[in-house]
């Protein structure tokens, strides 16, 4: 992988009318890496990968569950298609979810960013759905009239699952 700086005096001795390989001594690269450069099929700073992209079989599930529910932790997806033969690791899926855009754009969350929120517009995906119940007849506890309100949640079966299994009740 060339350098920045190491690109630019390619390039630049290239204009001179210097040959790649003569460059590619100069810079003590090999030729084909220089030729590759200044072809501009690879960039300074961008590694190649040298082992194939595990996910590209499990994009198009990936993709339709996140159609399906695009709020679905990227763990559990993690969960799924490891059971499905994935052998990539977490960080792999949530890059590959990133970088190939998997993940479908939703105005409700888009308008919520940067602000704090407790109101879920939307259905939620496996996590806890938090609401604010207003009761209608308050007690009064000697502090003048107003309105009482309640935090309500609700947990998915997959949480309460893994919570008993590392002990909670």
Not at 19 to 32: C, E, N, P
């Amino acid at each position: 992988m060339l350098s920045v700086e190491e690109e630019v005096d390619a390039h630049a001795l290239r204009r001179q009318g210097w040959s790649i390989s003569a460059i590619a001594r100069h810079l003590g690269r090999d030729r084909k890496t220089i030729r590759a450069y200044l072809s501009g099929a690879r960039e300074p700073g961008k590694r190649v990968r040298s082992e194939p992209v595990v996910i590209a079989e499990f994009v198009p599930y990936c993709r339709q569950r996140l159609v399906d529910d695009p709020h679905l932790w990227a763990s559990t997806l993690f969960d799924e298609v490891v059971a499905l033969g994935f052998t990539g690791s977490y960080p792999s899926l949530t890059a590959a979810i990133r970088d190939l855009g998997l993940r479908p754009h939703c105005e409700a969350c888009d308008r919520s960013k940067g602000r704090d929120t407790a109101v879920i517009a939307h259905p939620a995906g496996a996590e806890t759905q938090w609401d604010w119940l207003e009761l209608p007849d308050p007690p009064s506890f000697g502090v003048g009239p107003g309105k009482a309100r309640a935090s309500t949640g609700r947990r998915s079966r997959a949480f309460l699952a893994v919570a008993r299994s590392f002990g909670y009740q």
